[in-house]
Structures are given as C-alpha cells and as structure tokens.
C-alpha cells in the first residue's frame, strides 16, 4: 500500500528566507506525486505535479526516487506563502489520492 | 465557469441517523471522487466514480456508499452514523478518470455527529 509522510506539522520561516517542506512516499510502483495547497479560507488546490516539471509561484519540487522524497522548494518565501501544504501521490494511473497529513506553512514578516 | 459545488456546507445530525451529501462537478467533468478529512487521520480517500460507475474505493465500512447520476452528480451516503463520522466531506472533480488531468475541490460538506 502506498504512504506519503509529511514529518513537520509547522514549519515557520521569516520572509525572504528559503522554504523547504518536506515529503517522502513508500510505493512499490511508478507514483505520480503532486502538492496541493490550501490558503485560509479557500478549497484546497492543485499547486504543482512532478511530470509537469514546472515552478508554480516560485515554488518547486523534484522527485528523488532514490530517497523516495518529493520536497517542496521557494528560495525566498512570502507572507502570501502562508498556508497548508499537502503532499499526495497517485497510482500510475487514475484519480485516486494518498495525502500527506500536511504542513502548516507561516511566513512570518 | 462555475467550480464544484457541495451540499449542503453544514449538517449537523445524532448517532444512528443517516446523510447524504450531494456533490456537483465543473460542468463537462464525468469524475468525482471523495475525501474524507478529519484532524486524526488527515485526508483519505473514499471512492471515485467515473460514467455513473465507482472506480475505486478506499477503506471505508459499507456504511460508506455513493453514486454518480448520468450528469455526472454524485451524491455519497453515510448510514447508522457515528461520532468518528464527524468530519469535512470534499469533492473533487476532473475530465475524466485517466488522473493526467487536474482534480478541482468543492469547499466541502461539514458533518458533525452528535
């Protein structure tokens, strides 16, 4: 069965400092791996995937299949950054997600 | 256009009852799937519906049932509920069931049990 770990439940950082939220996954397959964000008050959304290999409001993640990890990256965070981050891995196929238990992001001024 | 769409936001409801949830997708998407979060266990995974047939389910009791209508709604069930059923329903929808398209999230159904 597959299992995405997110091991900071909070993890604050002043603006302007670089921002690392980690992820690490256990699957025997192909995964797909994908962040998701949630903005207060807002639905919670795709941020990022890893076949997309794009950055995404400076953000970006690379998948280590080695470590099995997938780290979410900004060189230099923004109050607007504040939010919760989730981590989530698919099969090779389908929409079916595994979350992360998410990490809470603040960016503090 | 209009995003996913859930109903009701709020229910509040006693132990033994049952609910349903109703769930719209963005018009033209044909897959739902539903989450369940909770501060315990987080967001799981409950099942996904595709062309009015489920997909895949999590690992949920049977109390957990759902369908999808030839318009691609999709109501889910919860029968005999229990205090642990307290939780956020999500919806998400997306094109179709092949997962390379993006899912969009409702803003969820609030249930507690009392």
């Known amino acids: 069965a597959q299992r995405v770990t997110q091991p900071e439940k909070l993890l604050s950082v002043f603006k302007g400092a670089p921002v690392e939220l980690k992820c690490n996954y256990s699957?025997?397959?192909?995964?797909?791996l994908f962040w998701y964000v949630q903005y207060s008050r807002q639905r919670l959304q795709l941020l990022l995937r890893?076949?997309s290999r794009e950055s995404i409001k400076g953000f970006t993640a690379d998948l280590n299949k080695g470590e099995t990890s997938f780290h979410l990256k900004k060189p230099f965070a923004q109050e607007e950054d504040s939010a919760m981050y989730y981590c989530?891995?698919?099969?090779?196929?389908?929409?079916?997600?595994?979350f992360g238990g998410g990490t809470r992001l603040m960016v503090k001024p | 256009k209009a995003g996913v769409t859930q109903t009701p936001r709020y229910l509040i409801k006693t132990r033994g009852q049952q609910v349903t949830l109703s769930c719209s997708p963005i018009?033209?998407?044909?897959?739902v799937s539903w989450y369940q979060q909770t501060p315990g266990q987080g967001l799981q995974f409950l099942f996904e519906?595709?062309?009015?047939?489920?997909?895949n389910k999590g690992n949920f009791p049977g109390r957990f049932s759902g369908r999808q209508f030839s318009n691609s709604r999709s109501e889910m069930n919860v029968s005999t509920l229990e205090l642990g059923d307290s939780a956020l329903y999500l919806c998400?929808?997306?094109?179709?069931?092949?997962?390379?398209?993006?899912?969009?999230f409702g803003p969820g159904t609030r249930l507690t049990v009392l």
């Open positions: 519906y595709f062309s009015e047939t489920q997909r």
């Open positions: 018009s033209g998407h044909r897959s």
């Open positions: 989530a891995l698919s099969r090779n196929a389908g929409n079916m997600l595994t």
């Open positions: 998400a929808s997306s094109l179709d069931a092949s997962g390379i398209n993006e899912q969009f």
């Open positions: 699957y025997s397959g192909s995964p797909e």
């Open positions: 890893h076949i």
